[in-house]
C-alpha cells in the first residue's frame, strides 16, 4: 500500500482522564512487577510466568499495537486504514476515523510519515512472524476516545481526528506508551536478532513522540493543559507507580519523560494494558479501544 498520504510527580495537573496510552506499536515489558519476589515466581503481571513468554508472544503483543497505531495515523492523513492484504486473514472491523482537517503543512508531513513508519512496522512483524502473525484485532476508536473524553471532562464531541493538535494528541496516548513498554521488553527478549529489532523500533517510536511532544509544546497553553491531563491519567490507570510526565513541567518544557538519570520508564504488559482497555481492575481481556481484546497470549490485565 502507498502512503499517500519535584521532576517524576505532576499528579497536581488535570486528574481523572483514564485514557488510552498507545502506539503503535507497544513491546511488553517482561520483568516482575515485584523485585522481592523469588524468581520462579516471577511473572510479566498478566499471569504467565516470565520464562514462559517467547520471543514470538513479545512480537505478537506488539503487532497487536501497531496495527492501532497505524490505523490511526492513515485515517488521520489518508480517510482510510490499512489495506486487507495487510491486516491479516482474519482482519476484524475498525470503527471511527476520517481524514483531518490539517491547518499546518508540515504537520500533516509529519503525520505522514507517522503513517509509513507504523505501517511499516505492521509489515515487519508480519513477515517476521509469518504464519502464525495474528490478524488485526478489533479496534473502536469512537467508543475509545468517547469514553477518554468523558472521563477527562472534554467536550463530549472531542474529535482526535479534527486538526493539527486534536491528531497530535491522539498519537501522545499511543507513543509515550509505547516507549515505556519497548524499553520494558528488554530484560524477556532471548533472540539477539529480536533484541536489535526491538530497540530500533523503540528509537523510531522515541523520534516520533519527541516530534510529538515538541510540536505540542510550541502549540501554547491549551495543549499542554491537555498533554498533561493525559499523562497524569496514564499514571492514575495503570498502577501506583509514577511513570509518566507531561510537556510541561516546573515551569519549563518537558519534551524527554525520563527518571532522574535520563532513562526512559518501563511499564508490564499489565501496565500497558490497563491503559488501552482503560481499566484499573484486574482479569480483564478486552475493553476501551479493544472491545473484543488483543490476539495472542498476552491479552490480560
Known amino acids: 500500500m502507498n502512503v499517500e498520504r519535584s521532576r ?42 516470565a520464562a514462559e513468554v517467547k520471543d514470538d508472544d ?3 503483543f506488539a503487532l497487536n499495537l501497531e496495527y492501532m497505531e497505524a490505523e490511526f495515523y492513515l485515517r488521520a492523513t489518508t480517510g482510510r486504514g490499512i489495506d486487507d492484504s495487510d491486516a491479516g486473514p482474519e482482519a476484524a472491523r475498525v470503527v471511527g476515523g476520517h481524514e483531518a482537517n490539517f491547518q499546518k503543512p508540515e504537520i500533516r508531513e509529519f503525520v505522514e510519515e507517522l503513517a509509513e513508519n507504523e505501517l511499516a512496522h505492521v509489515r515487519f512483524y508480519r513477515k517476521t512472524l509469518g504464519r502464525t502473525a495474528v490478524s488485526r484485532p478489533a479496534i473502536d476508536f469512537d467508543a475509545g476516545f468517547k469514553a477518554a473524553a468523558q472521563a477527562a471532562g472534554l467536550p463530549a464531541d472531542f474529535d482526535p481526528f479534527a486538526d493539527d493538535m486534536s491528531v497530535l494528541l491522539g498519537g501522545m496516548l499511543f507513543e509515550d ?28 517510536e522515541a523520534y516520533h513522540m519527541g516530534m510529538a511532544r515538541s510540536q505540542l509544546y510550541l502549540m501554547g497553553e491549551k495543549a ?40 526512559a520508564f518501563r511499564r508490564t504488559p499489565q501496565e500497558v494494558l490497563h491503559i488501552v482497555y482503560l481499566t ?22
Not at 486528574?15 to 506499536?25: F, H, N, R, T, Y
Not at 529480536?194 to 523503540?202: D, P, T
Not at 478486552?286 to 498476552?298: A, E, H, I, T
Open 8 to 49: 517524576i510527580s505532576r499528579r497536581q495537573s488535570v486528574a481523572g482522564l483514564s485514557v488510552l496510552g498507545l502506539s503503535g506499536l507497544l513491546l511488553p515489558a517482561a520483568y516482575a512487577q515485584h523485585k522481592a519476589q523469588p524468581k520462579h515466581q516471577e511473572t510479566t503481571g498478566v499471569g504467565i510466568h
Open 58 to 60: 513479545i512480537f505478537q
Open 177 to 204: 506508551v509505547g516507549v515505556t513498554a519497548y524499553a520494558g521488553a528488554a530484560p524477556l527478549i532471548k533472540s539477539k536478532e529480536f533484541v536489535e529489532a526491538a530497540a530500533g523500533i523503540l528509537a523510531v
Open 224 to 263: 499542554w493543559n491537555t498533554a498533561n491531563a493525559i499523562s497524569d491519567a496514564r499514571d492514575q490507570v495503570d498502577g501506583g507507580q509514577d511513570k509518566d510526565q507531561g510537556i510541561r513541567m516546573n515551569g519549563k518544557a518537558n519534551v524527554v519523560p525520563s527518571t532522574p538519570d535520563a532513562i
Open 280 to 301: 484499573e481492575k484486574q482479569g480483564v481481556s478486552k475493553g476501551g479501544f479493544y472491545p473484543n481484546g488483543m490476539n495472542g497470549v498476552l491479552k490480560s490485565t
